[in-house]
């Protein structure tokens, strides 16, 4: 059976019940931010005021510089605004499928990914995360172009700056594309080194997918951008111009605002919930029989790994939905092998403390009820 997409539940979660299934920030607003929000009224002033160029650019410097990339081509054509990462990623697979037709795609990672990839028609091979660090070397001749999402979701893996520097060297060596997924970067440092400095001294082509949409509980107003190298000779400037004009320079306004307000301790704030709603999780869960995943992920996601008398995480999934209770199952994370994640759930934990705490009090009750239903 074919794994159900992970943005169908997604949305049904949205719709009713206790939602910690979307990676989305959907907890309460720092005092910074709520500031902030209430000076939109400002903001929509300065952006009837200022060049859309200036306030783009500005938005740029302050999102990237804050996380550490520095060598960002902010300012040179190279860098663009889209409505979502997705978007971007669109984008970016239809530039790829006029370069080549494989793609070699990281395994697992969220499932649009390779949907987007698939829709433009791109055969994708799958490679496991320690491949990244260890070499592409095996890969068919017919791929071109490697795509890794860093951190990845729904794992947390991180490529650091020596493989990511071996990866990009390899790729200019094959006359390879290295795209990467960083949309979860500003939730951990480790991911924070300066990614364009290493690609762009690489001499490797490269595409670069950024997000603030994982970072503040914006209500949805976020952008994604879409940024390449000086070499890179895909046509993502033309496609970009084929889908849409701009984005809106008051979002662009609250990006910046919101930049500086991470850097004075807001990212520092954020890092502190999403470690304290995980020890939560996982406090809540032991001796229960579900195993916390990959504990030192930074992420806003956790895995869990069910044990083998509850079933399937989709059956788990649908017993949690029982009691209005949503997380997702996870095998559609593993899309070339649903299987691999057939004992997998997710949790999201960009949400207020006390929701994690109910959802994750759920989470033990029905996993101790579903191992007791299947002792007898």
Not at 99 to 120: E, K, M, Q, W, Y
Not at 213 to 218: C, D, E, Q, V, Y
Not at 339 to 351: C, H, I, N, Q
Not at 364 to 370: H, I, N, T, W, Y
Request: glycine share 8%; net charge negative; aromatic share 6%.
């Amino acid at each position: 059976m074919t794994a159900r997409k992970l943005t169908t539940l997604e949305n049904r979660a949205i719709a009713h019940g206790l939602n910690v299934s979307d990676g989305h920030p959907r907890m309460p607003l720092t005092r910074g931010q709520r500031a902030i929000v209430a000076e939109l009224g400002d903001l929509f002033d300065q952006a009837a005021k200022r060049p859309f160029h200036e306030i783009e650019e500005e938005a740029h410097r302050s999102f990237l510089h804050g996380l550490g990339q520095h060598a960002a081509p902010v300012g040179t054509g190279r860098l663009v605004t889209c409505y979502s990462s997705s978007v971007a990623m669109d984008i970016t697979a239809r530039a790829l499928a006029e370069r080549t037709g494989s793609v070699a795609l990281v395994h697992p990672t969220f499932d649009n990914i390779p949907d987007l990839l698939r829709a433009r028609r791109l055969h994708l091979v799958p490679v496991p995360e320690h491949r990244f660090e260890e070499g592409l070397g095996e890969l068919p001749p017919e791929v071109g172009a490697v795509f890794v999402t860093t951190p990845n979701n729904p794992t947390g893996w991180v490529l650091g700056a020596e493989p990511l520097a071996r990866l990009a060297a390899w790729c200019a060596g094959t006359g390879r594309v290295l795209a990467m997924d960083t949309c979860f970067r500003g939730q951990d440092t480790r991911a924070q080194y300066d990614t364009y400095r290493i690609l762009e001294d690489s001499g490797a082509e490269w595409v670069v997918i950024e997000d603030t949409g994982k970072l503040w509980p914006m209500q949805e107003l976020k952008a994604g951008f879409l940024a390449w190298g000086e070499g890179t000779r895909l046509e993502l400037a033309e496609a970009f111009d084929d889908v849409l004009l701009s984005v809106s320079p008051v979002v662009l306004l609250l990006i910046t605002r919101l930049a500086h307000d991470a850097v004075d301790g807001g990212y520092a704030e954020l890092a502190r919930l999403l470690a304290e709603n995980r020890r939560t999780l996982a406090e809540t869960i032991d001796s229960t029989g579900l195993v916390l995943k990959e504990p030192d992920s930074r992420i806003s996601v956790a895995q869990l790994e069910l044990p083998e008398s509850i079933g399937s995480a989709t059956d788990f999934y649908d017993r949690l939905v029982e009691h209005n209770v949503h997380v997702l199952p996870c095998e559609a994370f593993h899309w070339a092998r649903n299987t691999d994640g057939g004992r997998d759930v997710r949790v999201a934990l960009a949400r207020a403390p006390e929701e994690v705490r109910a959802a994750a009090a759920m989470l033990a009750e029905v996993s101790v009820r579903m191992r007791a239903d299947g002792r007898r």
